[in-house]
């Protein structure tokens, strides 16, 4: 099923390819392309997403048998970042790689939390190289994890690979200081039109997290299965979970199952919005009860891929107490702020319903301590007052459907923007990509990466927008290589105009950093689309 030609990995001849004095920010189109290799000291910087600045000087730090993690062993968060570090590193350097109080790491790789350094902000970190070591500092610990992922993608792609690979393990000499351009950098994942394991999710969340993005969207119901257990309605996962698309065997999250994600994803420091998606979207829960149908009749389980054929019945009493629960449960499991309720393509609810429906269900979310988000519809009826907003629309949806997401973004409405013509990773990248979908029209990998969230909508505050998310689909994705090959490298361009400062927005820049990634892609068994766009070493 892949769309990815093999090629050899490259790692046994390492050239100082485009290596002399390119800086971030300094590249250009031809200093990368057709490059065999990768630099044996990556330029600093040369990472994705690209830091927002950066400060070449002097010599490389090398990493090596001595070298010590130190942390802050007071900090619980910072020894498991460290950690953490250690045991991404280990296995290809082969090095013990301690992880010690930052006291006993003299000349090693230290992990600092400076609680005053307040233009780090949440997650912004410095990253100092040195011959004499490196020093990550940050003010809190998501910086440092951040940091970490900057540390890790500066050494040779090798460092990916899970057995002993020759090395040396070089850092460039100088200082990167970073923070996010928004606070909000999602991925969404469609569990319900098929399945995936919670082993295939962390494996998601692993992929994720060395770009930096800390949102998890898991659509948890639609119409083809109900994935996680409810145990006051037991049948949405017992009856409503049992397939997916195509009828093959679906599949559900036990609670502690969903915990298990949820707790993952906060070690990754991401965190997860679970959707159920209404009125909407909903044969399986309809499918598992009777009650829930506006005629009392349970209608079969629905594998197809069509949308827009179910509704939740608004004027039952019944629906509300459904609701109430399922909210409550979910909430229940969930740490993160949101709780998204989804809202798209109700087109068996009358106009009129959806908005009783959604002023009733809305306080339902926010007497369980969560805050609504819910696809760009929801303007259609009130959103609550905080909020947010997930914007799907396309380069040709009418100017009147913008305006009236760009009227409740003035109006105060958070924003995610995911537009489908550039964000969503399931449309096909050109007419022989053999997955996905094309209703969006096809995204190639300059389209996904080149646009601004900041001025993208017409009539939007910039001050509105909270950041961007790739939703990933699965009606025709069915395994993790599925999965791989229409998210990469389409995800790391996203997830660079979620994190990138606009000025270092670049395409000629960009697409050379992105090829460099693809050694790293091939180390960590990610399948990929060898885009034409993009100049991929060995090409
Ligand atoms: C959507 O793509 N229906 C949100």
Redesign the pocket.
């Known amino acids: 099923m892949s769309q990815r030609r093999r090629i050899p990995h490259l790692i046994g001849s390492l050239l100082l390819v485009a290596a002399a004095g390119v800086g971030c920010g300094e590249a250009t189109a031809d200093s990368g392309a057709g490059a065999g290799t990768e630099p044996e000291v990556r330029p600093l910087g040369r990472i994705v997403p690209v830091p927002a600045s950066v400060t070449p000087e002097g010599e490389p730090y090398a990493l090596t048998r001595d070298t010590r993690i130190g942390v802050d062993t007071s900090s619980r968060a910072s020894k498991a970042v460290g950690r953490y570090l250690a045991g991404l590193l280990r296995p290809a350097t082969g090095f013990p790689l301690p992880v010690v109080d930052e006291e006993a790491a003299d000349g090693g790789v230290r992990l600092r939390l400076d609680p005053d350094d307040g233009a780090l902000g949440d997650e912004g970190y410095r990253l100092h190289s040195a011959p004499d070591g490196v020093t990550l500092t940050a003010r809190e610990p998501a910086g440092l994890f951040r940091g970490v992922q900057t540390l890790r993608q500066q050494l040779p792609s090798a460092v990916e690979h899970d057995s002993v690979q020759p090395g040396p393990w070089n850092i460039a000499g100088g200082t990167i200081t970073d923070t996010p351009r928004y606070a909000y950098r999602g991925a969404m994942l469609d569990v319900s039109r098929h399945f995936f394991t919670v082993d295939e999710v962390k494996r998601y969340i692993d992929q994720l997290a060395l770009y930096k993005i800390n949102t998890l969207h898991l659509h948890l119901s639609d119409d083809q299965g109900w994935r996680i257990a409810v145990d006051s309605w037991p049948r949405l996962t017992t009856h409503g979970g049992s397939t997916e698309v195509g009828g093959t065997p679906g599949g559900f999250y036990t609670k502690a199952q969903y915990k298990e994600i949820v707790r993952y994803a906060a070690s990754r420091y991401q965190e997860v919005i679970p959707e159920i998606?209404m009125p909407g979207?909903t044969f399986a829960a309809l499918s598992s009860y009777p009650e829930l149908n506006c005629d009392g009749i349970a209608p079969p389980l629905y594998t197809g891929v069509k949308?827009g054929k179910s509704s939740l019945c608004v004027p039952k009493a019944v629906t509300y107490d459904f609701v109430d629960d399922v909210i409550r449960e979910i909430a229940e499991l969930t740490p993160g702020r949101y709780l998204h309720i989804?809202g798209?393509?109700a087109h068996s609810t009358s106009h009129a319903d959806y908005v009783t429906f959604m002023d009733k269900v809305q306080p339902v979310v926010a007497k369980y301590g969560k805050t609504v988000v819910g696809?760009?519809?929801l303007t259609g009826a009130t959103p609550a007052k905080d909020a947010l907003v997930?914007y799907?629309g396309l380069d040709r949806t009418p100017a009147a459907e913008k305006e009236r997401v760009a009227a409740a973004a003035r109006n105060g409405t958070g924003l995610i923007l995911?537009p489908?013509d550039r964000a969503?990773l399931d449309m096909k990248y050109a007419n022989d990509t053999t997955l996905g979908l094309t209703w969006a029209g096809y995204v190639e990998v300059r389209r996904s990466y080149d646009w601004d969230p900041a001025t993208y909508l017409p009539g939007a505050p910039e001050g509105a927008v909270r950041g961007v998310e790739a939703?990933l689909?699965t009606e025709t994705l069915s395994t993790t290589d599925d999965l791989d090959v229409m998210a990469f490298p389409r995800l790391p361009g996203l997830a660079e105009l979620g994190w990138s400062p606009a000025s270092t927005h670049d395409w000629d820049t960009y697409k050379v950093r992105l090829a460099e990634q693809a050694p790293r892609f091939d180390a960590l068994g990610i399948d990929y689309y060898r885009s034409p766009q993009v100049p991929w070493p060995g090409e």
């Open positions: 998606d979207h949308v989804g798209d393509e696809w760009h519809q997930q799907w995911s489908a969503y939703p689909w």
